[in-house]
């Protein structure tokens, strides 16, 4: 799947008549639309799921551990933990296979979605220790630990940087303005003060979020950063392609604004711009090397050692880890926590919030039911806007269609939902334009829309 790269919110096209139209052309196209059958979430072979850790890991992770490029590690230089069991009322047998990396956890989700790269889930780490709980299901959770009083950033003794604690104060802060420079600056205690000096450093609110109990703007650094295009390890060979499948497949959401902060790395104090999304914390260093500047905290870590010294985690029978791997020394890349997991029973306890996430599966087909297009066919370009409920709705935004495969996925609320397409495309000496749209719904475990293009979707110029 193609990944949402520096996206732009396309203009909402009503589908036009074309001014001219070759119907043997038209035709033609349409005929090729049929010719290769495309699943909505085609069924794929079962393989064992540490191969499914390993691919996820090796994606981003594997060029910088070959030294093939200098950046962040996104995951960390190998697994923490090997794999391990942990309750979840809706995986098979009511226990979800997982695996703990310095910078998150991966799931097993292929009993939901068996197409990469949602059949591996990345755990709403951030929002557990923001709030004080283990989601033990969609709509379950034990609510016995307290909100984690862990550094959000830099060393594990320093005493100004943010706790997740702290973060649970500013979940409802009022959004920046669109282009707004950010020179807040936020204390350990959750104080929030304005500092012009920052206004320097040129970050703005670049890519506000609006989804059910979210409304937080992205930092602009942030943002480039989620979008960004470099060297990634793909069908056993390292290309360049967006660094995320999806912009917000590592991060999730925003729950709080960006703040600058003061934190302690290394035993020295520096200014770090810093924002926590659902899965990840991310900070900014300006002053750090350009594959360095933004960083993903070691979320991973840190839930790994509040939740054991909550008795949270079951260990698994299994002798395998995920990314055993020489790796290049990382400056953020830590040990694995020490603390020994103690099996429990966790508590049910139910609660309204955050809402369930689903995984919202995009495809565009033919009148017959799949995608074929003539080889004389280019398209230069195709995207897929996003609204909740019907497509006068909300725009959830707007996302770059794989043209391999004519599909996308974005984890979503559930609810229901319309998928919009705008494509322009050359065939032979002709040029033209499709719209089309189709509706469907998402529940807690996903959904999908096909957009059916027919000879009502083409405009030929």
Known sequence: MQPMSGIDRFRRRSPRRPRWVARGLVIALLLALAGMQLALLPAVAQTPVIDTFQHTWARTDKPVADQAISRVWMWGAEASTGPLQEPYAEAPGGMRLVQYFDKGRMEVNDYR???????????????????????????????????????????????????????????????YADGQTIAARLDRDGNVSTDPTLAKQGVTAAWRVRVPGIDHQVASVFWDFMNTRGKVYENGQIVTDGLFENPFYATGYPIAEAYWTTVKVGGTPHDVLLQCFERRCLTYTPGNDPGWQVEAGNVGQHYYAWRTSNGGVTIAASTATATSTAAAAPPTSTAAPTATPVPAEPTATPTPEPPATGYLTVAVVGPNGGINLPAETVIESAAVEIFAGSCGGASIGSYALDTSSFTLGVEVPPGDYCAQLSATFTFQTYTGDIFASGSGSVDAGGGSIAIVVDASSISIR
Do not use: C, K
């Not at 197409?115 to 034990?142: C, K, R, S, Y």
């Not at 016995?144 to 830099?154: F, K």
């Not at 943010?162 to 959004?175: H, V």
């Open 113 to 175: 979605a068996a197409v990469a790269p949602w059949d591996v889930t990345n755990g709403l780490l951030v929002v557990e220790m923001v709030h004080g709980w283990f989601q033990i299901g969609d709509d379950t959770f034990d609510e016995s630990p307290e909100p984690a009083d862990i550094p959000v950033a830099g060393d594990p003794d320093g005493t100004t940087s943010p706790t997740y604690r702290t973060i649970a104060t500013l979940l409802d802060a009022t959004p």
